[in-house]
């Protein structure tokens, strides 16, 4: 089954190149065609020349990013975008979510749902849609949620899975905090999962786990690609042990987001390191798994200083105040988690560390809480690879930075006017930051 | 790909205005090797052929200017006409008249405003409708004269009214208190009412600070300390390499708004991995709508003849880009509070160094409250002619406030007098309402930049949910 991708806004179309470039190339290993033939078929199809043409469209509102896109991609003589398969306009949205949203999203969504039937037409079966954008600016966030509108409309029975780029907290855009409050709330009645990166963790990542000496923004995103492919590459679920999975993203929800209140999935991948320290380091999957569930716990985002006086909880009882009480309070509470194991011997690999019913709330059924997906075939170079992607209160703190700052700056209605002038008013606003505000209660209140 | 264009207006705007395209042309020329009519060069230049027609890509045939210069004096367009840079324009492009507006703005605005309005409407619109996108005015003029300050606010106010969805960003040259223009504090307070009620941003910029960074420069490079001699034509400052080859006074010092110019639309112009429109900068640095004028402050002034750029260099250029001497306008941003800060970088930093310097220097600087963390960021990968890197900080800080205040100050001292008056109030159209007018705007501006600076009330409570 197919899944068609939306690159939106600067970010997205960065990142969008990146996970193709990082899919094609894992894909290609050694000693792994049926992976292949999944895969090829999972993000590309297959022209009549040989050639594997992306299964992706790419909307912005300047054509800068587009082109350098589309030109690197052929240029990799692996895979390319398709001609055509991209929509751009002159002017860009000048990091302003209502001009994004009331002004251009209205003006050109007949252009793209026509390239995006035309991708689904070419699906012999679809799986999902996945769309990659950023929360800070104007056109993936503002244009990237109005299609995301659109597409829920035309197409209310197919899945619709948004990777969200949250921006560095000490500033990147001015008015980033209004964008991602106006984005979130739009999103969360319109997606069905919504799995967020953040530039601070990966950029940590880049810099305390690569050894990168001068970040820029294509290590960053390589990062955040490799992430994300662990995820989407072909996998063996629950649901088909035999064969690879047909139905990643359907499965993805099920295992994840089993309430629509809680929409919220964060990813952890480890191990990450420079390829030079890559040859010299041997994996076990217990260490890994190890890590992995204390980097659960206390919310931990990367491999380094994580917290290990946190610990769980020793026994849950019926009331669910006992629990509470004996928390830690920095204990990262779960509803529930798919644990995506890739590389050699897993099949030895013990996630009992996981089943553990104390890491989860306790109206779920600890089965239907914990999920795992393996794949025997090595990914992207690493022997070994341990991917979480969880439903937690991981994300509780930075959402809620996001809403004070926004809350804050709202107060003194600061930038407000750039809004108006396109068409959002103060209540559509304070609509959005209601919205949050459940949000966050819905997460603390776990 | 957008395109802007630009109108200079009055002595100032144009001299500015012409170091401006000798520079740009200069910056494509270093640039695009090939000779080939790209993106860049169409956002400020039409390729015409032969008969006139504009062609589009291919090899650049003949470049003319998107622009329309108005003086009311014949002297500096006449130069212009006959200088290195006339194939750029068409005749048709200069809008001029004999006599000069007098050092009175209400001669340029009124008398010269009406008379030329039909003429400047029809040469902008032209030059418009040879633009594919048209993102952005800029507009180059002093405050202190009477052309520049009152038909460039005449043309502003225009602007608005025939293309009010296209941004408009002034550049100001502010007079300095020893001015020798003696009605200049008249003419800025009744050119500063329009700027704030019909741009959309605006860079100030005033001649003391122009002086004392063409002084520094030139004590650099006659100092000659081991180790710091300076590339000779790699100044700011320096025009090397231009169209143009001899250099004129006040050349100096109309480089480096040139180059302000040329910082600002380069992440527009050129490609980058975080780019900035020119839209953006007005939707990320205006919080509110009137206060919309932006401190630019340019680095690295010069390169020095020792190659190697360490990274300490580099961090050297973040903090020089704060400190006062690097500002184009005498203010003190430091002691007052910013509400918003844009740094664009051009060159080969990367974001790891973006990153560093903001986490270094945000706990020096002040921001507002509610606007902790009020950074805008942009790297564009292609440098500036003959530097490897450089740095344009465009600040929104309550500093501005004092230098308004001085204005006030000056025009409030003739005034009382009514010095000078009669020579506006002659003329047809002007009358004494619009100067109290005039005087009641900028205190309004100075109050609501003070009202920003007291310490706010305690941060709203946020939304709570009922359980």
């Known amino acids: 089954m197919s899944v068609v991708s939306l690159q939106l806004g600067q970010c997205g179309n960065q990142i969008g190149h990146e996970l193709f470039s990082v899919i094609s190339d894992d894909s290609g290993g050694p000693n792994r065609k049926q992976y292949k033939q999944c895969s090829d078929e999972r993000f590309f199809h297959e022209t009549s020349a040989g050639e594997l043409v992306a299964r992706s469209v790419l909307v912005d509102m300047e054509p800068k990013v587009i082109s350098r896109a589309i030109a690197k991609a052929s240029k990799s003589g692996r895979w390319r975008y398709g001609d055509g398969a991209h929509f751009s306009q002159k002017q860009g949205s000048g990091n302003n979510w209502a001009n994004g949203f009331c002004v251009h999203g209205p003006r050109h969504e007949e252009a793209v749902e026509d390239l995006v039937r035309m991708e689904m037409e070419r699906c012999d079966r679809l799986a999902g849609i996945f769309t990659m954008m950023s929360v800070a600016g104007g056109t993936g966030s503002g244009v990237g949620t109005y299609i995301t509108q659109r597409l829920r409309d035309l197409y209310p029975n197919s899945f619709i899975l948004n990777q969200v780029t949250w921006p560095y907290e000490a500033g990147e855009v001015i008015v980033q905090n209004y964008n991602s409050v106006l984005t979130l709330s739009h999103l969360y009645q319109l997606s069905d999962a919504i799995l967020v990166h953040e530039n601070d963790t990966v950029h940590k990542i880049c810099s305390r786990l690569m050894n990168i000496k001068h970040i820029s923004i294509s290590d960053v995103n390589k990062v955040i690609a490799h992430q994300l492919a662990s995820v989407l590459q072909p996998a063996y679920t629950a649901d088909s042990p035999c064969h690879y999975s047909t139905n990643p993203i359907g499965e993805l929800l099920t295992s994840l987001v089993c309430h629509p209140e809680y929409k919220l999935l964060s990813l952890c991948n480890i191990p990450q390191m420079s390829s030079t320290s890559l040859a010299y380091s041997v994996f076990n999957w217990p260490g890994l798994l190890k890590h992995l569930r204390q980097m659960l716990i206390a919310s931990a985002r990367m491999e380094e200083g994580i917290d290990w006086t946190v610990s769980a909880p020793l026994a849950v009882t019926s009331a669910g105040e006992s629990a509470t009480n004996s928390r830690h309070k920095s204990f990262n509470l779960s509803l529930a988690n798919l644990l995506i194991l890739r590389g050699k011997d897993v099949s030895t690999a013990v996630t009992d560390g996981f089943k553990d019913p104390a890491l989860y709330v306790p109206w779920l059924k600890p089965e239907n809480s914990f999920s795992t997906w393996t794949s025997p075939v090595a990914f992207n170079g690493y022997e070994k690879s341990a991917t979480l992607v969880s439903n937690s209160q991981s994300l509780l703190k930075p959402l809620d930075n996001i809403v004070r700052k926004a809350w804050n700056m709202f107060a003194s209605r600061a930038y407000v006017h750039q809004y108006t002038k396109f068409g959002i008013s103060e209540e559509d606003f304070l609509d959005s930051f209601t919205a949050l505000e459940q949000i966050i209660s819905s997460y603390t209140h776990l | ?299 690295p002034l010069y390169t020095l003849a020792d190659v190697s750029v360490p990274p300490r260099r580099l961090d050297q250029m973040f903090s020089d880009a704060f400190s006062k001497e690097h500002q184009l306008i005498k203010a003190d941003p430091k002691h007052n509070l910013y509400l918003a800060c844009a740094l664009m970088l051009r060159g080969n930093v990367q974001l790891s160094d973006l990153r560093r310097n903001i986490e270094r220097l945000k706990p020096t600087l002040p921001f507002v409250a509610w606007n902790q963390e009020g950074w805008k960021t942009s790297l564009c990968s292609v440098p500036p002619v003959c530097h490897s890197h450089s740095l344009l900080a465009l600040a929104n800080n309550t500093c501005v406030k004092s230098t308004f205040f001085e204005l006030r100050e000056r025009f409030v001292k003739l005034y009382r007098r009514k010095a000078h008056l009669h020579h506006y109030l002659g003329v047809d159209g002007m009358e004494l309402a619009g100067f109290s007018e005039a005087l009641s705007s900028i205190s309004a501006l100075i109050e609501e930049y003070t009202h920003l600076e007291s310490p706010l009330m305690p941060n709203a409570p946020r939304l709570t949910i009922a359980t």
């Open chain 2, 1 to 299: 790909m957008t395109q802007s264009i630009v109108v200079q207006v009055g002595q100032c705007g144009n001299q500015v205005g012409c170091r401006f395209w000798d520079l740009a042309l200069r910056e494509h020329a270093h640039v695009n090797q090939m000779g080939i009519y790209d993106e860049a060069l169409s956002s400020f230049f039409r390729n015409v052929d032969q008969r006139g027609a504009d062609s589009t890509g291919g090899k650049i045939n003949a470049l003319k200017a998107r622009a329309v210069l108005v003086d009311m004096e014949e002297g500096v367009l006449g130069e212009i006409l006959q200088g290195p840079l006339r194939s750029l324009f068409s005749s048709t492009q200069l809008i001029s008249d004999v006599s000069g507006s007098g050092n009175n703005w209400a001669v340029g605005h009124h008398t010269y405003g009406l008379a030329y309005r039909e003429q400047i409407v029809d040469q902008v619109r032209k030059a418009a409708e040879h633009c594919d996108c048209l993102q952005c005015f800029f507009l180059i003029h002093s405050m202190g004269g009477g052309t520049g300050s009152g038909l460039g606010t005449f043309v502003l106010k225009l602007l608005e009214d025939e293309f009010p969805e296209v941004y408009r960003i002034v550049t100001s040259v502010y007079p300095t208190a020893e001015d020798d223009v003696i009605t200049s504090p008249y003419n800025s307070v009744l050119a500063m009412k329009e700027l704030t009620e019909h741009a959309d941003c605006v860079l100030p910029v005033d001649n003391q600070s122009l002086v004392d960074i063409v002084g520094k420069i030139q004590h650099m490079s006659n100092t000659g300390k081991p180790g710091c001699t300076i590339k000779k034509d790699c100044t700011i400052i320096s025009g090397q390499g231009g169209v143009v080859k001899v250099e004129k006074p006040f050349d100096a010092m109309n480089n480096i708004v040139a180059n302000l110019l040329l910082n600002i639309t380069s992440s527009a112009r050129f490609e980058g991995s975080l780019n900035m429109d020119l839209n953006e900068i007005a939707m990320n640095l205006v919080p509110f709508p009137r206060l919309h004028y932006l401190l630019p402050s340019l680095t």
